[in-house]
């Protein structure tokens, strides 16, 4: 009766061990704040967009995900001031302040992994979710990590979650080793990019028109209106195109997991 019992209790944590494992999803973050404009002649404050972030966390955790978070160099991520007008919280302006209490108190978020350690722990996740803000276009495009986590997540058919200018991390997988050629994607659009440039930042940054370098890579690239609500799957790989669309990358998102 006793050996019963102990199998019973094995096979109940071996369960339990099982879906936790598969329940967790990785955010992979930027962690610069300064943006160089106009051929290093001008800086900008960046960082990671709060909205494109939060809410994308919140419709994870919410569905019982457990999240972990990682940086390069385990630094907290920065948020990029822009994302908190509120323009971007029309809505679900309620969020705002939630976000920010998160951003500033949550322990877990402030301690986040190296993306050595993210590379490492890769069997531990069934998902990975990179939000936008013009901070990876900085750190995370360099990142000999990045290219590493992109390939594992894609040719393990794990979901894989990219927001605005997160497909521009695509282009840094070698071409010859680039499980995501032919895909349908999604990103910042042309126009939205020439209006964030002319009117918001008011200059030019080093790496950009990102749907073009999607499409001379060989992803067939979609698109919305600009500043509207748009995202698109293929497979494994869900895009969204602008900090207003929160609601389409999170509903093709969670299908995704749940497929998983």
């Known amino acids: 009766m006793k ?48 909205n494109e972030f939060y809410l994308a966390y919140k419709a994870i955790k919410t569905e019982g995900f457990v999240v972990d978070f990682a940086t390069p160099g385990g630094i907290k991520a920065t948020v990029d001031l822009e994302s908190l007008d509120d323009d971007y919280w029309i809505e679900k302006p309620e969020l705002k302040n939630e976000a920010l209490e998160f951003w500033n108190k949550d322990e877990k978020f402030a301690n986040p992994m ?38 594992n997540f894609a040719e393990n058919q794990k979901a894989v979650g990219l927001i605005c200018h997160a497909p521009a991390l695509i282009t840094t997988i070698p071409d010859e080793e680039n499980p995501f050629i032919g895909y349908s994607v999604n990103s910042v659009s042309p126009l939205e990019e020439i209006y964030i440039e002319k009117l918001i930042m008011k200059g030019k940054p080093k790496n950009r028109m990102i749907a073009k370098q999607l499409k001379r890579l060989g992803l067939k690239y979609e698109r919305g209106g600009p500043g509207k609500n748009f995202a698109t ?13 929160g609601e389409a990358f999170n509903e093709l998102f969670l299908e995704l997991l749940t497929e998983y």
Request: charged share 20%.
């Open 3 to 50: 050996k019963a019992i102990v199998i019973a209790v094995l096979i109940i944590t071996a369960v339990l061990s099982s879906n936790a494992q598969t329940k967790k999803v990785l955010f992979v973050m930027s962690a610069e704040d300064t943006l160089l404009l106009n051929k290093g002649t001008k800086e900008r404050q960046t960082g990671v967009f709060l």
């Open 233 to 245: 799957r293929d497979r494994n790989l869900v895009t969204s195109q602008n900090p207003f669309s």
């Open 114 to 151: 190296t993306l050595e350690k993210a590379v490492e722990s890769f069997d531990d996740y069934i998902g990975v979710v990179i939000p936008g803000g013009q901070g990876l276009m900085v750190d995370l495009i360099d990142d000999l990590n990045i290219p590493v986590l992109l390939k």
